[in-house]
């Protein structure tokens, strides 16, 4: 969310009380269905927001906490800052990725996928991630700082897209809600531990991918429910560090 705060404002509970009421007797018409296509921030106001069929893809580092054990703060951030900057790159190299957030040491992206070869090429961002870290922890490790483990969750669905903060602020932002943003987060907390593959998908995502894509990925069980993990790598990055990171 744009946190740039540029104008003194006195808060006036009555002034709160109104934009309360503004926007719940907003219309529930207004919240429209727009599965085909992810609509362009412009569209957004207040009042209304868009149902949109995506896939999201969570990425995290598995126990961040415990760098701060055995790093400075100045080495923490290079680290975070590496890790962040990267993932962002390769989901932004992706036209049918829409939204990128980050949020501490977990960056999401929300893609548009209206097609199979959409869904599929979520899957490839999640390969190229993997393969970065590859090169990333070869980086580190020359510098002697710890390497990082990575979770990857990837859910589809429909969510609903809104616009937060309020007018005339100059603090807003976009906010997804719905499932499939929730579901993919708690499958990036979950992958890459207990012994886990870093990549877990739904049966959802599995079904909408390509036959080729579904052989690299293995069935497994996380709190009762079924979803499918793999440690899928992208070859031209592979081929990179075996050349480059020796």
């Keep these: ?23 719940l007797d907003a219309n529930d018409n207004d919240y429209e269905d727009n599965k085909s296509n992810i609509p362009t921030r412009d569209k957004l106001t207040y009042k209304n927001g868009y149902y949109v069929d995506v896939t999201a893809l969570f990425i995290d580092i598995v126990d961040s906490s415990k760098l701060t054990d055995g790093h400075k703060r100045p080495t923490l951030a290079k680290m975070y800052r590496c890790f962040l900057s990267e993932c962002v790159a390769i989901m932004n190299s992706y036209e049918i990725c829409k939204e990128i957030n980050i949020n501490g040491d977990c960056v999401w992206g929300v893609f548009e996928t209206p097609n199979i070869d959409d869904v599929d090429a979520v899957i490839d961002v999640a390969a190229k991630l993997c393969s970065m870290i ?21 859910d589809d669905g429909v969510a609903l897209m809104v616009k937060a903060g309020y007018s005339g602020s100059g603090l807003n932002d976009v906010i997804w ?43 497994c069980t996380v709190d009762g429910t079924t979803y499918y993990e793999g440690n899928i790598i992208w070859d031209p990055i592979e081929n990179w560090y075996k050349e480059n990171c020796r």
């Design 177 to 219: 809600m719905g499932d499939v943003v929730n579901s993919a987060c708690h499958l990036a907390n979950k992958a890459g531990r207990d012994f886990r593959e870093p990549i877990l998908i739904t049966s959802k995502v599995y079904n909408n991918v390509l036959e080729a894509t579904q052989k690299l990925l293995t069935k």
């Design 134 to 154: 590859n090169v990333l922890n070869y980086k580190l490790s020359k510098k002697k700082y710890e390497k990082i483990d990575v979770g990857i969750g990837i």
């Design 1 to 23: 969310m744009e946190s740039k705060k540029s104008t003194t404002y006195v808060y006036k509970i009555e002034d709160s009380a109104e934009r309360m009421d503004d926007i």
